[in-house]
């Protein structure tokens, strides 16, 4: 990736960030544009192994590199992962929330009524989506506030705007996410300093394994329906590359970004613009 591309001249060297969802298809090319920026990157994952073999050496040098085993959803797993990372980099300078996703099983379709749909199934997306958007921030966010400065991106949706059918569960933890980031935003910045910043991209509609089903047919990967009539409202006329977050995300991580906090940034090609008239 050539980030002059995107953002000439960004060098994080000697910074810490810490990013959840690192391993999706948005999330490789986020780890990929940051180290290339000379931070140290800290990841929480799942299955550590799985993400060293994603990132190897030549890609993320060992020495600036730290992959931690942890949920989410588990503040004492967090904490652990917390203590790992300042004895490793000292500081943590950045946050950036990109777990996420949603379950066939918490969607509707013609088989699946909204009525029908399995509490347990809704009760995960949410948790996932919210819960383990606020969980990281309670914890790394601790030592922003005492050392006085940092940045926190979360990664919410154009759902947070504009509910979009089928969806509630996502939808509706995603506009929790975009809602608590602007909370968050006001509470760091009153109560511990002003140089502690959160923000939120919110991405249109990006084609990843999480949503294929919805927006291509499984045998032919022809557009369904809800595929044309997104790109449809797209004014762009295509579904975003993962690419197409670098730019944004290393602005808000920026110092450019300093007088920016509480905002929700749309990544969608026009689609939250788009009135259809």
């Known amino acids: 990736m050539n980030l002059g591309t995107f953002a000439p001249g960004v060098d994080f060297t000697g910074r810490t960030v810490i990013m959840t969802g690192s391993t999706g298809g948005l999330g490789r090319v986020l780890v990929s544009a940051l180290v290339e920026t000379g931070a140290n990157l800290a990841l929480i994952v799942r299955d550590p192994e799985k993400t060293l073999a994603l ?111 089928r969806i509630p569960a996502y939808s509706a933890a995603k506009a929790g996410v975009a809602n608590f980031t602007q909370w968050l935003a006001v509470h760091m910045a009153q109560e511990y300093s002003p140089r502690i910043r959160v923000n939120a991209i919110a991405p249109g509609f990006f084609l990843t394994e999480q949503n294929r089903f919805l927006l291509t047919e499984r045998e032919t990967g022809e557009l369904t329906a809800r595929g044309a009539s997104i790109l449809a409202h797209t004014p762009m006329g295509r579904f975003g590359e993962p690419a197409d977050l670098v730019g944004t995300l290393l602005w808000l991580l920026s110092p450019a970004a300093s007088f920016v906090t509480g905002a929700v940034v749309p990544v969608d090609g026009g689609f939250s613009a788009f009135s259809g008239v």
């Open 55 to 165: 990132f190897p050496p030549d890609v993320a040098p060992r020495e600036r590199f730290l992959v931690m085993a942890a949920n989410v959803t588990d503040a004492e797993a967090l904490r652990y992962a917390r203590a790992e990372c300042l004895d490793r980099f000292t500081r943590i300078d950045a946050l950036v929330n990109g777990a996420g996703g949603n379950l066939p099983e918490a969607t509707t379709s013609g088989e699946r009524r909204f009525f029908d749909l399995d509490a347990s199934a809704l009760h995960e997306v949410v948790e996932l989506n919210l819960l383990g958007t606020m969980l990281p921030s309670q914890i790394f966010a601790e030592p922003m506030a005492q050392q006085g400065d940092g940045v926190i991106v979360n990664i919410t949706s154009m759902n947070a705007m504009r509910p979009l059918t």
